[in-house]
């Protein structure tokens, strides 16, 4: 090496391998997961309904929502934050970890379009 200086491989062609070699599942593979998602959901979501309603009716008023409700939101606003926080929003496999730490490639430029995906299905 001349000078000193490393030469750094081209963000593009290692986001192109890593694509290539981690192949995503096919469309009838998501569709199947949403499908089975949703019909599970359907029927959770009617029992629960159903078992909710008769017993909150009993036991929640509406003098006991507005004293406890505003509470009980903030507190679910903070388990939101704090679990934003702890899962974030860009996930690397161990093995990723290993290669991209040591690989002399720009970091930003790695995770930049993650970030941008994971930012805009935030919103």
């Given at each position: 090496m001349a000078?000193?200086s490393?030469?750094?491989?081209?963000?593009?062609?290692?986001?192109?391998?890593?694509?290539?070699?981690?192949?995503?599942p096919?469309?009838?593979?998501r569709l199947?997961?949403?499908?089975a998602?949703?019909l599970?959901?359907a029927i959770g979501?009617?029992?629960?309904?159903g078992?909710?309603?008769r017993a909150?009716?009993?036991v929640?008023?509406?003098a006991?929502?507005?004293?406890w409700g505003?509470?009980v939101?903030?507190?679910?606003?903070?388990g939101?934050a704090?679990?934003?926080t702890?899962?974030?929003?860009?996930?690397?496999?161990t093995a990723?970890l290993?290669?991209?730490?040591?690989?002399?490639?720009s970091?930003a430029?790695?995770?930049?379009?993650?970030?941008r995906?994971?930012?805009l299905?935030g919103?």
């Amino acid at each position: 090496m001349a000078g000193g200086s490393v030469a750094r491989p081209d963000v593009l062609a290692i986001q192109r391998w890593l694509a290539a070699a981690h192949r995503s599942p096919s469309l009838r593979q998501r569709l199947y997961t949403v499908y089975a998602a949703v019909l599970v959901l359907a029927i959770g979501g009617a029992v629960v309904y159903g078992t909710a309603s008769r017993a909150l009716a009993q036991v929640v008023s509406a003098a006991a929502v507005a004293r406890w409700g505003p509470s009980v939101a903030l507190l679910a606003l903070l388990g939101a934050a704090y679990w934003g926080t702890v899962q974030g929003p860009v996930v690397f496999s161990t093995a990723d970890l290993a290669h991209l730490l040591g690989a002399p490639l720009s970091r930003a430029a790695l995770v930049a379009r993650p970030l941008r995906r994971a930012f805009l299905l935030g919103f």
